[in-house]
């Protein structure tokens, strides 16, 4: 079992920026690719972009491109996520994700990820 806890989720006027963390309990988690996922009230869980064990391959939602990096650091088992240019439909609970069926080409879909986060609350609101 994985435990991750994220943090850095605030409110931040539109256009501003933030830095989403993501800290697991175990370096096991260096071996997997790891995935960000938000939920805004009334909607489903969207994948927002992930991370191959190596950081060698990164993926992207459309709505985030350009304006969302994702980063890991594996000498601290922690996953980040800077966001940018934030927009009000950026609102969210932000999740971090992963597991041992992890896959780069699969890693926005919430069903092939098993350990998931408690979330963190970004608000773009002015």
């Known amino acids: 079992q994985v435990q991750l806890v994220e943090s850095g989720g605030d409110l931040v006027q539109p256009g501003g920026s933030l830095r989403l963390s993501c800290a697991a309990s175990r370096s096991t988690v260096n071996y997997y690719t790891i995935s960000w996922f938000r939920q805004a009230p009334g909607k489903e869980r969207e994948g927002v972009s992930c991370?191959?064990?190596?950081?060698?391959?990164?993926v992207y939602a459309e709505s985030v491109k350009g304006r969302f990096t994702i980063s890991r650091d594996n000498a601290k088992n922690t996953v980040y996520l800077q966001m940018n240019s934030l927009k009000p439909e950026d609102t969210a609970v932000y999740y971090c994700a992963t597991g041992p069926r992890s896959r780069v080409g699969t890693c926005l879909k919430s069903s092939a990820v098993d350990y998931w986060g408690q979330g963190t609350q970004v608000t773009v609101s002015s």
């Open positions: 991370i191959s064990s190596s950081a060698g391959s990164v």
